[in-house]
């Protein structure tokens, strides 16, 4: 199944670093840096890497990598380095339009041979490692886990930060279809128009309802979530749910919940390729900031047998 639900950042590369640099040196290229950048002197930034790099980032990918940076970001205004990450000197950086993290590598003839660009993230936001509030599964009758677990080959989720615990979750028949006749249609998909429920008690801090559902098999890499809810329990963990159908929601931003509480319909909006629930827990409402938080349901059934306190894993079948 080709069902994605990722968040795209600007640039990530980075080459093998050799050996950790001096501050002063980091500084000196990092005030290069910023100064180049500003400038729009690409053929210059492009001189300051190594040999690797220029490899890795030809002048022609150089060039179209920052100009794409400058036009949806704006200018550097700020680089205040905030520590090492092995042998990156990370820098908080303001942009006119963004906050990121410039990670920079410097070898030690002091070109750069690693760089990394990401959203910024505070260190002093909370990162616990499970949900504390008792959840119920959000749906009823039994769906499959598709996606979901610790490992790659359990959940390919495990390779975003904010979504590394999420599940992708679908309806299937005996037969271990999740469609019937051709699947052609959103309405030939078991999970399609699915209720949708609270697991618990919580307040809607975000609810996006006026995206269409995509045709079976293609996929809207735009709005990547799609239509979405996003509750915040008084634990102040953060529910995600993804690709309602479209114009379902029955809940707003700012509205207090119950448990049990209708949500919405499953659809099959954003970036997804058929109609499933993409769920995880984050311990921020921001995405780009978020870490994900491991997931575990109160009571539920899990193959049939009655489970506690258990996060499911790919291939469970699980119901209330």
Same mark, same amino acid.
């Given at each position: 199944m080709k069902t994605h639900y990722c968040l795209l950042l600007l640039f990530i590369i980075a080459?093998?670093?050799?050996?950790?640099?001096?501050?002063?040196?980091n500084k000196l290229i990092a005030d290069k840096f910023k100064q180049d950048?500003?400038?729009?002197?690409?053929?210059?930034?492009?001189?300051?890497?190594?040999?690797?790099?220029?490899?890795?980032?030809?002048?022609?990918?150089t060039n179209q990598f920052f100009s794409s940076l400058m036009s949806s970001t704006g200018k550097i205004t700020h680089m205040q380095f905030v520590k090492y990450e092995e042998s990156y000197a990370s820098y908080k950086t303001n942009f006119?339009?963004?906050?990121?993290?410039?990670?920079i590598s410097v070898d030690d003839n002091g070109k750069i041979n690693g760089l990394f660009v990401k959203p910024f993230k505070e260190d002093n936001l909370p990162k616990p490692a499970r949900n504390t509030t008792k959840l119920t599964l959000p749906f009823k009758g039994s769906w499959e886990v598709f996606w979901?677990?610790?490992?790659?080959?359990?959940?390919?989720?495990?390779?975003?930060?904010?979504?590394?615990?999420?599940?992708?979750?679908l309806v299937f028949d005996k037969s271990g279809r999740s469609f019937k006749g051709e699947g052609k249609s959103n309405e030939d998909y078991y999970a399609f128009g699915k209720?949708?429920?609270?697991?618990?008690?919580?307040?809607?801090?975000?609810?996006?309802?006026?995206?269409?559902?995509?045709?079976?098999?293609?996929?809207?890499?735009?709005?990547?979530g799609g239509n979405m809810v996003i509750l915040?329990?008084? &634990?102040?963990?953060?529910?995600?749910?993804? %690709?309602?159908?479209?114009?379902?929601? $029955? #809940?707003?931003?700012?509205? *207090?919940?119950?448990?049990?509480?209708?949500?919405?319909?499953?659809? &099959?909006?954003?970036?997804?390729?058929?109609? %499933?629930?993409?769920?995880?827990?984050? $311990? #921020?409402?921001?995405?780009? *900031?978020?870490?994900?938080?491991?997931?575990?349901?109160?009571?539920?059934?899990?193959?049939?047998?009655l489970k506690t306190d258990y996060s499911p894993v790919k291939g469970d079948v699980i119901h209330q």
């Open positions: 080459i093998n670093a050799f050996g950790q640099s001096e501050k002063s040196t950048y500003n400038q729009t002197a690409y053929d210059s930034l492009f001189s300051l890497f190594s040999p690797e790099m220029k490899n890795a980032l030809p002048l022609d990918k006119d339009r963004a906050l990121f993290a410039v990670n979901g677990g610790d490992t790659k080959e359990q959940n390919y989720h495990v390779e975003s930060e904010a979504q590394k615990n999420a599940f992708d979750i209720e949708i429920f609270a697991p618990c008690d919580a307040e809607v801090v975000t609810a996006i309802d006026g995206i269409k559902d995509n045709v079976p098999g293609e996929m809207n890499s735009f709005n990547v915040k329990t008084a &634990n102040n963990e953060f529910l995600v749910f993804c %690709h309602f159908r479209h114009s379902s929601l $029955n #809940v707003r931003e700012g509205q *207090k919940v119950k448990q049990g509480e209708l949500l919405g319909l499953c659809g &099959n909006s954003g970036h997804s390729s058929e109609p %499933h629930l993409h769920f995880h827990i984050q $311990n #921020v409402e921001d995405m780009d *900031k978020a870490t994900g938080v491991k997931c575990y349901f109160d009571k539920l059934y899990v193959n049939d047998q």
